[in-house]
């Protein structure tokens, strides 16, 4: 079993930045994808960022590229979502999940169907 807590969200200004971390328990962390998936109101899950078990291979959605960089510290267990240049579209509540596999193959998963999730964090972006 693998638990997941996400921090780090908040209300900020069109172009402001944002740090978003997740800590993650349990089993052995670089065992796993872990990647960001969000959910805005009103709209489906979808998909941001994923990063491989070692962090050498990283995965965007085209809405995000060039301003959000995912990185991960598996010394401390922990996985980051430095997002800049922030949109109110980006409006939306963050997940943080984890799945066995490729990080690639993570990117077109469904959140339904990772492996663990968090309880999210909620990230408000105001024009």
């Known amino acids: 079993q693998v638990q997941l807590v996400e921090s780090g969200g908040g209300l900020v200004q069109v172009g402001e930045s944002l740090r978003l971390s997740c800590i993650a328990s349990?089993?052995?962390?670089?065992?796993?994808?872990m990647g960001w998936f969000r959910q805005a109101p009103g709209k489906e899950h979808e998909f941001v960022s994923t990063i491989s078990g070692r962090g050498r291979n990283t995965f965007y959605a085209d809405s995000v590229k060039g301003r959000f960089t995912i990185s991960r510290d598996n010394a401390k267990n922990t996985m980051f979502l430095q997002m800049n240049s922030l949109k109110p579209e980006d409006t939306a509540v963050y997940y943080c999940?984890?799945?066995?596999?490729?990080?690639?193959?993570?990117?077109?998963?469904?959140?339904?169907?990772?492996?663990?999730r968090g309880q999210g964090t909620q990230v408000t972006v105001s024009s």
């Open positions: 349990g089993r052995t962390f670089s065992n796993y994808a």
């Open positions: 999940t984890a799945a066995i596999g490729t990080a690639q193959a993570m990117s077109v998963l469904k959140i339904s169907e990772v492996d663990y």
